[in-house]
């Protein structure tokens, strides 16, 4: 039988307990709360602090009265854990799935309530970074302030996005003073970075600017990966009046890599044993020196800019361009040639992609009343256009490679590649926002209207055009205590860019979700505890065609009922933070009547994570912070048709660090045990090793 919301909140809950009761583990990121902003009033409750964002409103809200569930990772917490990729920092945020092909140097991969998210849900200031195929962008860590997760959909306010959620990445800004910080550390394979971050205040004031820039390099888990990494953003904020701010920002991105060969594994000799009790090395290489080639050219310039009208109306405009260029060309494993188990097949895989989006989003807030009722109000109107031009190059097994004793040497030649097809979209989109405030109730009315128009150009030419509505609804009611519950309704829309082997477009995703919680945000201490039950349903489902993997076929449609239960909080000198999640995924229809009622691969029916960490005050360890926690990965299957099951995990990371006047020092350990397992499989000839231990030690210090 399928779980009802309420008895899946209850079985939630009921685990959330014992795991509570019985762990007295406390987690690596010495995490500490986001500053708590005054809210002035106008459509505050009375002027008390309240954790802030942006993200699900378009507009700075507090997080309880966004009618969806929100995780946030603070500045501070990426500042004390450092990472070399945003997918990293999310490894304890509700909901989120992260890493899922492993330790993978190129690519952040991360799914949000079951459903694959890092090309259609990855969002930098609140604009989409859309990407399909290798059309990919990476956003490094050290030029965030915060990264956000809203969970469900999210199309009335974005439009075309992932069902499941969205990452929404800020990205740093002028800080309106003179400071300078320096950074940099090392971990345990030899990779190595330094970090600067500074800017100051000029012309009278009317003037900031900010310059962030690192530098890493060196070496991974894999035998043999080296990596080459730089990056450098500025941004300059003019404000000529009280009322007008103009800020203009701009970064670019260099990768050179040599590939880290944990994925596209076989799931026997990675998840089980094979035959014989055959294990392939977590660090293996099975690619060839001569054929690994990855760089990649990143760079985003944009603007922002705010005037406001009167003490009541507001309007904005914010655009960006953002392209990248990826050149790689590569040695793939697909699977075991022998029985025993110890042969690798490897094909070769090249491409040479260029993609670029650029985004422009106008609005229009006001905050007023109608009688008892206040308002904030935001119209706005947004255009996106994408452009993916592929030339790729493909061949079959180029050589076995023996995993005991391999041998390398495979003679280089260039590959001879191919013009794809060039996909371009865009979307156009009409949205309005009004939360409604009357006493302590909270009403969220959102609709968007997308006019969107998809286009392959090449040798067999396709064009889909459609206008789509979407929206959402949700109400809340803000107790004295500080609790919040809270229902909400809301659709969705993806446009897809997946194709048949025939080069034809499949249809359009939708989608909806209604969900339930309550947001918990104490008045007695700082923190938020956030429980929510949720069951959404994705349409038009895609998969890799079993043949031509690069193409598509249609699914169907997949329904996933679940429960989330995250807390962050801080009692003194102890910061705690957990989570837990829980995912019922389904197949409800399906062109395949063999995969209806399966569960879709790599989604795992339990995640977990708890910890705690403790700062002394004062005496002789004042400014030492002490941390462990523990992550827990339940089990995932590997095959559509739910026959091999990739075993599930559990984690253990800790932490230390130290902070006295001006500098800090922290030692950071993920996976301390160094546990050998596989992050997920999306099928049993493509698995991923996840992380082995990594210790980094860095140190901090500002000037």
Known sequence: MRSSPKRTLLRLLLLSTAFAGGTALVQAQTTQLDTLVVDGGGNGSGGEAQLRTSTGSKVAVAVKRIPQSVSTVTRDQLDKNPSTK?????????????????????????SIRGFQAEQTGMFLDNMQL?????????????????????????????????????????????????????????????????????????????????????????????????????????S???????????????????????????????????????????????NLNYGESAIDVYQRQQFMIGYELEHDINDSWTVRQNARYAGMDLNEDYIYASGFADLAGTQLVR??????????????????????????????????????????????????NVGNLDIYNPVYGIPYT????????????????????DQLRLDNFVLTLNGRYDLARTELIGPTPSTREEGVFTGRVGLGYEFDNGLTPYVSYATSFNPSLATTTADALLPSETGEQWEA???????????????????????????????????????????????????????????????????????????????????????????????????????????????????????????????????????????LSYKRDDWSAALNVSNILDT?????????????????????LSFKKSW
Not at 169 to 192: D, Q, S, W
Not at 382 to 389: A, V
Not at 687 to 692: I, L, P, T
């Open 86 to 110: 945003a997918d990293e920092a999310l490894r304890y945020s509700a909901g989120v799935n992260t890493q899922t092909y492993g330790a993978d140097a190129d690519t952040d991969w991360y």
């Open 130 to 234: 859309y990407q399909t195929g290798f059309g990919t962008f990476v956003v490094d860590p050290y030029l965030l302030e915060r990264i956000d997760v809203l969970k469900g959909p999210v199309s009335s306010l974005y439009g075309g996005a992932n069902v499941g959620g969205i990452v929404n990445y800020t990205g740093k800004r002028p800080r309106n003073e003179r400071f300078l910080e320096t950074e940099t550390g090392v971990n345990n394979f030899g990779n190595a970075y330094l970090g600067v971050d500074g800017g100051d205040v000029i012309a009278d004031g009317d003037l900031a600017y900010r310059l962030t820039a690192k530098l890493s390099g060196g070496g991974w888990e894999t035998d043999k990966a080296r990596d080459l990494r730089g990056v450098v953003q500025g």
């Open 236 to 282: 300059v904020t003019w404000t000529p009046t009280d009322a007008t701010s103009v800020t203009v920002y701009g970064n670019y991105q260099n990768v050179d890599l040599d590939h880290t060969s944990t994925g596209f594994m076989p799931y026997l000799g990675t998840a089980v044993d094979a035959p014989g009790g055959v294990r392939i090395p977590r």
């Open 347 to 396: 094909d070769r895989w090249a491409h040479h992609t260029k993609a670029g989006i650029g985004t422009i989003d106008t609005q229009v807030e006001g905050n007023f009343a109608t009688g008892p009722v206040d308002h904030t109000l935001l119209l706005g109107v947004d255009f996106k256009s994408y452009r993916h031009e592929p030339a790729t190059f493909y061949a079959g």
């Open 414 to 433: 260039a590959p001879a590649l191919a013009a794809g097809q060039v996909t371009t979209m865009n979307q156009l989109g009409f949205y309005a926002q």
């Open 517 to 655: 919680g309550i947001k918990y945000e104490p008045t007695f201490m700082d923190g938020l505890i956030t429980a929510s039950v949720f069951n959404i349903n994705r349409n038009g489902v895609a998969a890799p065609d079993p043949v031509t993997w690069w193409k598509s076929v249609p699914v169907g449609k997949v329904n996933v009922q679940g429960a989330e239960l995250e807390g962050m909080f801080k009692i003194e000198d102890f910061t705690v933070r957990g989570a837990l999640t829980y995912l019922d995924a389904e197949v409800v229809a399906s062109t395949n009547a063999a995969l209806l009622g399966k569960t879709p691969v790599q989604v795992p029916t339990l995640t977990a994570s708890f910890g705690v960490d403790y700062t002394f005050t004062d005496g002789t360890f004042d400014g030492l912070t002490i941390g462990a926690g523990v992550r827990v990965l339940g089990e995932t299957w590997a095959d559509q048709a739910n026959t091999t099951k990739v075993p599930g995990t559990a984690l253990i990371d800790a932490g």
């Open 676 to 696: 050998s397992y596989v992050a997920s499989c999306q099928t049993t000839t493509s698995c991923g090793y996840g992380q082995g231990r990594t210790a980094t």
